[in-house]
C-alpha cells in the first residue's frame, strides 16, 4: 500500500477470545441462517464458516428454545457467539446464561429501561460486550420513547433517518453509561449506503466504542458486493470500522469471503493468495481470462499457502504487465501465445500459453 490508513483510536472489548477495537485487527463476522434450535446444522453451518475464516458468529434468538440450545452449539464451535436480541428482553438473559460471548441488543424494540439494566447487570457479570445495534427499519422505537421532551421542546427533531439512528444510538449508549457499563460496540446499519455512511461518520465522531461495520438488507450477491465495498470500504478508508459483516441475501459463506477481500484491497487484512488479472484489451495475445478463472479454480481449496501471503499477477500485453508482474511475488506478462515468467522483481524464463497455469500453480505452492 502506498500509505497505510489511519485507524480510528477505539476502546476495545473482547468477544470470546477476538479483541474488537484498540487497534485489534478488523474482525470479520456472518450470521448463520439456520433455525438456531437445530442444533446440527446449525453447528454444520458454523464449522463450514470456520473454515472460511470467520472469526464472529451471531446467531438469531426468536424464541426460548432458539436461546436454550446456545450451550449446545458453543460446546462444539471455535468461534464466539453472539446472540442477536429482539423484542424480548427475557432471552438475552437466558442467552447469557447459556454462555454466549456477546449479546446484541436492538434499541428500537428493547426499550424498557428496567429490563435493559437487567440485560446489563447479567452481562457485567459474565463479563461479556452488548452491541448496540441500530437498524434503519426499527430506530424508531427508542427514540420514542427517550426523547420525548426533545421532541415536544423541537430540539434534537431529527431532519433525516441517519440523525435518527445516530441519536438513538448516542442516546442508548448514554443510558448504559448511566449504569456505569461500558464494554460496548456500536453498528449503524441502513440498507441505503450513504445514510449509513454519515450515521457512522456521525456517531464516530462522539464516541470512541469500537465499531461493527454492515450495509444492511443489502440484497443478493451481486449488490450487496458493490454496496458493501462502498459503504464499508468507505468507512474503512476514513479510519472507522473494527469488525464487520457482509449482508448478502444468500449463503453466509459468500459474507465472510467478500468480506476478506474488502478487507484485502485496503490492505488491513492479509488473505493468502490475492491474483490481480487485467481486464483485456484490443493488445491482449493471450487467453487472460481462460488463465485466471482456471487458476483460481485450482487454488480455490488452498486458503492458507501454508500462513503465506501471496500475490499473483496474470497481465496481457506489455503496456502494464512487466510493471504489475514485478512488483507481485509471482507474474506472468503476456506475449503472442507465452508470457514471461517474473518471480518476486525478478523475469526469469518464457512459458508458452499451454502451460502458464501449471507452472503458475508450482511456482505458488513452491513460496
Known amino acids: 500500500m502506498e500509505a497505510s490508513i489511519k485507524r480510528r483510536k477505539t476502546r476495545a472489548v473482547y468477544i470470546g477470545r477476538v479483541k474488537v477495537g484498540g487497534g485489534a485487527p478488523i474482525s470479520v463476522q456472518s450470521m448463520t441462517k439456520t433455525d438456531s434450535a437445530d442444533v446440527n446444522a446449525t453447528v454444520r453451518q458454523i464449522k463450514e464458516l470456520e473454515e472460511l475464516g470467520c472469526e464472529i458468529i451471531r446467531l438469531a434468538i426468536p424464541n426460548h428454545q432458539s436461546a436454550l440450545a446456545l450451550a449446545q ?6 468461534i464466539p457467539i453472539e446472540a442477536d436480541i429482539h423484542f424480548n428482553p427475557k432471552l438475552a438473559l437466558e442467552s447469557i446464561k447459556q454462555g454466549v460471548d456477546s449479546v446484541r441488543l436492538n434499541p428500537g424494540n428493547i426499550t424498557d429501561p428496567d429490563a435493559i439494566a437487567g440485560i446489563v447487570k447479567l452481562a457485567r457479570k ?3 460486550p452488548i452491541r448496540v445495534g441500530l437498524n434503519s427499519g426499527s430506530v ?4 420514542k420513547s427517550t426523547l420525548r421532551s426533545k421532541i415536544a ?18 442516546e442508548y449508549a448514554k443510558y448504559l453509561q448511566s449504569l456505569h457499563f461500558n464494554d460496548m460496540m456500536i453498528s449503524l446499519k441502513a440498507s441505503d449506503v450513504v445514510t449509513t455512511v454519515n450515521a457512522y461518520r456521525y456517531v464516530a465522531g462522539k464516541c470512541d466504542y469500537p465499531m461493527h461495520l454492515g450495509v444492511t438488507a443489502s440484497g443478493t450477491i451481486e449488490d450487496a458486493t458493490i ?6 470500504g468507505g468507512l474503512l478508508l476514513d479510519g472507522i470500522g473494527d469488525t464487520i459483516r457482509v449482508s448478502v441475501t444468500g449463503a453466509p459463506h459468500d459474507e465472510v469471503k467478500i468480506g476478506y477481500k474488502i478487507l484485502q484491497s485496503l490492505g488491513l487484512r492479509k488473505a493468502g493468495l490475492e491474483i490481480i488479472s487485467c481486464p483485456t484489451c484490443g493488445r491482449c495475445e493471450m487467453d487472460i481470462v481462460r488463465i485466471a478463472e482456471k487458476l483460481k479454480g485450482l487454488l480455490r481449496h488452498t486458503p492458507s499457502l501454508n500462513g503465506k501471503d501471496i500475490k499473483v499477477a496474470i497481465m496481457g500485453c506489455v503496456v502494464n504487465g512487466p510493471g504489475e508482474a514485478e ?6 506478462a503476456g506475449g503472442d501465445g507465452f508470457g514471461f515468467l517474473f518471480k518476486q522483481g525478478k523475469r526469469i524464463r518464457k512459458i508458452t500459453e499451454s502451460k502458464i497455469v501449471t507452472e503458475l500453480v508450482k511456482e505458488i505452492k513452491a513460496l
Request: net charge positive.
Open 126 to 128: 459474565a463479563n461479556i
Open 153 to 170: 421542546s423541537g430540539k434534537g427533531i431529527p431532519r433525516s433517518n441517519w440523525q435518527a439512528i445516530s441519536e438513538s444510538a448516542l
Open 140 to 143: 424508531k422505537g427508542w427514540y
Open 227 to 232: 454496496k458493501s465495498a462502498i459503504g464499508i
Open 327 to 332: 512488483e507481485c511475488d509471482i507474474g506472468i
Open 73 to 78: 452449539i458453543k460446546k462444539k464451535i471455535r
